[in-house]
């Protein structure tokens, strides 16, 4: 086998409008690593048919660039369930039987994230649902993966705000890869936040962050991000929406040609006086699919 660093990519996604089919937002997730071992670590995959199909051209690309003659999954986190994270497993598990998954990470506190799990038992019923608990470490390949948040702690301190403000409930995850750090929190808001804030203070510290909630409302704030104190941001977004996030008054026009107001302080906060390098996920393009290396 050739000699593979690992490395990491971010993925341009469709536009989301599983909650509120009138409207379309340029939010999503689809993040994957080749490991020095061959096989991949993905985050997500984005909303649906197109996703799915999208992603599994780029993990082949990546498979044929570095000499695999086939796509395997070590573990794919999904890390809560909202569909633009979780919306493409129906398709991608029904269609891509030459794709080996041993693991699926994921939360199964609500109908969606049950569902999600039967169809992939379904399709690949060799695959390990593994449900994470904080504090765990995992070793694939050379990465060291550590769980900083999982839903059941905060479901067990006040389990109706956790269902106001699901996207809490993502599993929290870094890496550390070649002595860096990348934070890969998902959707974590508020809730999560002010949990990871009390439990690590400035053990957040990481080199790379996953911007939380694609920079959206109840994100994190900016007292958080000072303590993750990133050099380089990574946010699952589209590049309209990136621009919307940070401009007071600067309205989103969904495709139903309504204006949204996106503007979030806590990341015109983080982004205002920032020194390192941002990299947006980027506009959705099936024919010619963005996708940006990171790491
Ligand atoms: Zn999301
Ligand atoms: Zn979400």
């Given at each position: 086998m050739k000699k593979i660093e690992t490395q990491g990519y971010i993925v341009a996604?469709?536009?989301?409008?599983?909650?509120?089919?009138?409207?379309?937002?340029?939010?999503g997730m689809s993040i994957f690593y080749l490991l020095?071992?061959?096989?991949?670590?993905?985050?997500?995959?984005?909303?649906?048919?197109?996703?799915?199909?999208?992603?599994?051209?780029?993990?082949?690309?990546?498979?044929?660039?570095?000499?695999?003659?086939?796509?395997?999954?070590?573990?794919?986190?999904?890390?809560?369930?909202?569909g633009d994270h979780m919306g493409f497993v129906d398709h991608f598990f029904a269609t891509y039987k030459d794709v080996e998954v041993k693991?699926?990470?994921?939360?199964?506190?609500?109908?969606?994230?049950?569902?999600?799990?039967?169809?992939?038992?379904?399709?690949k019923p060799y695959c390990n649902v593994r449900v994470v608990e904080i504090g765990q470490e995992y070793n694939l390949a050379d990465v060291k993966v550590e769980v900083l948040c999982a839903p059941e702690p905060l479901r067990e301190i006040d389990a109706q705000a956790l269902d106001r403000d699901n996207n809490s409930a993502s599993i929290v995850t870094r890496l550390t890869i070649r002595g860096k750090t990348v934070l890969m929190p998902g959707d974590a808001s508020f809730l999560a936040w002010d949990y990871m804030k009390d439990k690590y203070g400035r053990?957040?510290?990481?080199?790379?962050?996953?911007?939380?909630?694609?920079?959206?409302?109840?994100?994190?704030?900016?007292?958080?991000y000072d303590l993750i104190?990133?050099?380089?941001?990574?946010?699952?977004?589209?590049?309209?929406?990136?621009?919307?996030?940070?401009?007071?008054?600067?309205?989103?026009?969904?495709?139903?040609?309504?204006?949204?107001?996106?503007?979030?302080?806590?990341?015109?906060?983080?982004?205002e006086d920032f020194k390192g390098q941002i990299i947006v996920a980027g506009t959705f393009d099936f024919e010619n699919p963005v996708i940006k290396r990171f790491i």
């Open positions: 996604v469709t536009d989301s409008s599983y909650n509120q089919p009138d409207h379309s937002f340029e939010n020095s071992d061959g096989t991949f670590l993905i985050y997500d995959g984005g909303q649906g048919e197109e996703d799915s199909e999208n992603l599994y051209k780029l993990l082949q690309k990546t498979a044929d660039n570095n000499d695999l003659s086939k796509i395997t999954v070590s573990a794919w986190i999904i890390t809560h369930e909202h693991e699926v990470w994921a939360n199964t506190f609500y109908s969606w994230g049950k569902a999600m799990v039967e169809t992939i038992v379904k399709n053990a957040l510290k990481s080199d790379i962050l996953q911007v939380p909630h694609h920079g959206a409302n109840n994100a994190a704030t900016k007292e958080v104190d990133a050099q380089t941001l990574l946010f699952p977004c589209g590049d309209r929406l990136y621009e919307t996030l940070l401009n007071k008054g600067d309205y989103y026009v969904c495709k139903q040609g309504c204006p949204h107001d996106l503007y979030n302080t806590h990341t015109h906060a983080l982004v």
